[in-house]
T-cell receptor, first 113, second 111 residues
């Protein structure tokens, strides 16, 4: 059974650019949540999507957005990148079938220069 | 005060030692998660528990709902156990999935 797949694994962008990250959940999982991990702030919740609808949102500026497609794959977008956006971005999928246990992807490491 | 607090932040042990990592939380929860993160970033879910105790191999997780406290124990520790261990709790104030994380415990097991 395939796990949660995040692409790309590594990304280098320049300040002011935008970036799109992708997350493919485990087959059958309809909930996808996104997290940002930085050395200073640790792991922080970004947002969660369920059946193509944003169900929860963390305390991040509007430059951070996301969406979910009908096949449950999710993308997150960061516009007007800042140096402080450099982080590991992780997604996780969950399902009532697994009692809402989480399966995490390997993450996308974004470096903004 | 953070909603989820872990101790210790760093832990160094010799191979074979018994290890305990603690997690305290201040909010009502439906379940608590213990996660493991190796260098490189990938996170593995170790346990999800809402009461009592769970065991998987050399790892044991316990939770006391009344005291809002959970512990992760590693018996007969091994250098391959070296990783960051993170506890996380879901928010009861919103529907769906929203985890709040502890700061993590960096465990180093020396041979």
């Amino acid at each position: 059974k395939a796990g949660v797949t995040q692409t790309p694994r590594y990304l280098i962008k320049t300040r002011g650019q935008q970036v799109t990250l992708s997350c493919s959940p485990i087959s059958g999982h309809r909930s996808v949540s996104w997290y940002q991990q930085t050395p200073g702030q640790g792991l922080q919740f970004l947002f969660e999507y369920f059946s193509e609808t944003q169900r929860n949102k963390g305390n991040f500026p509007g430059r951070f957005s996301g969406r979910q497609f009908s096949n449950s794959r999710s993308e997150m977008n960061v516009s007007t990148l800042e140096l402080g956006d450099s982080a590991l971005y992780l997604c996780a999928s969950s399902s009532p079938a697994t009692n809402y246990g989480y399966t995490f992807g390997s993450g996308t490491r974004l470096t903004v220069v | 005060k953070n909603e989820v607090e872990q101790s210790p932040q760093n832990l160094t042990a010799q191979e074979g030692e018994f290890i305990t990592i603690n997690c305290s939380y201040s909010v009502g929860i439906s379940a608590l998660h213990w996660l493991q993160q190796h260098p490189g970033g990938g996170i593995v879910s170790l346990f999800m528990l809402s009461s009592g105790k769970k065991k998987h191999g050399r790892l044991i997780a316990t939770i006391n709902i009344q005291e809002k406290h959970s512990s992760l124990h590693i018996t007969a520790s091994h250098p391959r156990d070296s990783a960051v261990y993170i506890c996380a709790v879901p928010s009861l104030q919103t529907s769906g999935s929203r985890l709040t994380f502890g700061e993590g415990t960096q465990l180093t097991v020396n041979p």
